[in-house]
């Protein structure tokens, strides 16, 4: 909260990441557990201003279950979507990326070594 009360006139964008424990529909700190969606409330375009019309991204490493994904394997392939608008009026949601390392009810795989596999993609 203490973050989406700064100027951020100056800023480009706003970029937060979290690594931690969860379950689904729930995060888990040190000493607390929240709920995901407490990570943006605050900087929505209502509350934030300053960050209206910039990018804000969330990347959350963190289990959302217990079911395994044990995955497929796939060939090569590229696809594009060329999709514009010229609308101005933006919802107070507008420009958020909220990416989770697994689906809902899922395990994020991690390598004991090397950390999350998720992250190392992003890095």
Same mark, same amino acid.
């Given at each position: #909260? #203490?973050t989406?009360?700064? $100027?951020?006139?100056?800023? $480009?964008?706003?970029?937060?990441?979290?690594l931690?424990?969860?379950?689904?529909?729930?995060?888990?700190?040190?000493?607390?557990?929240?709920?995901?969606d407490n990570?943006?409330?605050?900087f929505?375009?209502d509350?934030?201003?300053?960050?209206?019309?910039?990018?804000?991204?969330?990347?959350? #490493?963190?289990c #959302?279950?217990d079911?395994l $994904?044990?995955?497929?394997?796939?060939s090569?392939?590229?696809?594009?979507d060329?999709? /514009?608008s /010229?609308?101005?009026?933006?919802?107070i949601?507008? $420009?958020?990326l909220i990416?989770?390392s697994?689906?809902?009810?899922?395990?994020s795989?991690?390598n004991?070594?090397?950390?999350?596999?998720?992250?190392?993609?992003?890095?």
């Amino acid at each position: #909260q #203490q973050t989406s009360e700064m $100027d951020h006139t100056d800023n $480009d964008c706003l970029l937060i990441t979290v690594l931690t424990h969860g379950e689904l529909g729930m995060l888990y700190a040190k000493d607390t557990h929240y709920k995901p969606d407490n990570l943006w409330y605050y900087f929505t375009a209502d509350k934030c201003p300053t960050l209206a019309g910039k990018p804000k991204l969330f990347f959350i #490493q963190a289990c #959302q279950g217990d079911k395994l $994904d044990a995955g497929i394997t796939l060939s090569n392939r590229t696809e594009t979507d060329g999709f /514009s608008s /010229s609308s101005y009026r933006i919802p107070i949601h507008a $420009d958020f990326l909220i990416v989770f390392s697994t689906v809902p009810g899922y395990f994020s795989w991690r390598n004991t070594t090397r950390g999350s596999w998720f992250m190392q993609a992003l890095c």
